[in-house]
């Protein structure tokens, strides 16, 4: 049972361009979103999250979007560089009480969108 | 270095044979999570430990796979009896008792091919 969803394997975007990465899921209980990007032979880093209490989070080029009633996020890349030419995984988990977060929770991972930048 | 350590980075095992991975979570941090990558695929969870207690074994095989976070040294994720199937990266990533923001933190996993 795939609770988080990436259903685009791969994505090619022009250098300078917008690249948006999808994700959804079916878990309602989630309420914590993150993104992680990975590079061959690496471990997984982590680029941005966002929380349920909100709809929009920004960080320089990197903004993720949150859409509840759809159960969908995404992540915008605006302008695309060569350097983010990574695999890019959404992951999920139940991790606020009371809008807080309380206690630590493994995370849910998507299957990954391979991203490749062309210059 | 403080990040999340693990060894082997390579690993190469017969059919058969035992597999021992290990990880050092960074300094600070007491829980230890175990993820795998197969193929082409994304990273499932398998194990969530704290020191010498075992959380979360949802996603850990029910057969030759076990995990263990001892008081002292690292975590170790062991595997019995490999079969070719086990061929993954498996990789390990830890977070803070308190003052946690969420995010969990991975080391640069550990390759295992068997033969």
């Known amino acids: 049972d795939q609770q988080v969803k990436q259903n685009s394997p791969s994505l090619s975007v022009q250098e300078g361009r917008i690249s948006i990465l999808n994700c959804d899921y079916t878990n309602s209980m989630f309420d914590y979103f993150l993104w992680y990007k990975k590079y061959p032979a690496e471990g997984p880093t982590f680029l941005i999250s966002i929380s349920s209490i909100k709809d929009k989070n920004e960080d320089g080029r990197f903004t993720v979007f949150l859409n509840k009633s759809a159960k969908h996020l995404s992540l915008h890349i605006v302008p695309s560089q060569p350097g983010d030419s990574a695999v890019y995984f959404c992951a999920a988990n139940t991790l606020l009480h009371f809008g807080v977060i309380f206690g630590n929770e493994k995370l849910t991972f998507g299957t990954g969108t391979r991203l490749t930048i062309i210059p | 270095n403080a990040g999340v350590m693990q060894n082997p980075r390579h690993l190469v095992r017969r059919r058969g044979q035992e597999a021992r991975l290990r990880c050092s979570p960074m300094k600070g941090h007491s829980h230890v999570y175990w993820y795998r990558q197969l193929p082409e695929e994304g990273l499932k969870f398998m194990v969530y430990?704290?020191?010498?207690?075992?959380?979360?074994e949802s996603g850990m095989p029910k057969e030759r796979f076990s995990a263990e976070f001892p008081k002292e040294g690292p975590s170790i994720l062991r595997i019995q009896q490999v079969v070719r199937g086990d061929s993954a990266a498996y990789f390990c990533?830890?977070?803070?008792?308190?003052?946690?923001?969420?995010?969990?933190?991975f080391g640069e996993g550990s390759r295992l091919t068997v033969l």
């Open positions: 990533a830890s977070s803070p008792e308190i003052y946690w923001t969420g995010e969990l933190f």
């Open positions: 430990l704290q020191k010498e207690n075992i959380i979360d």
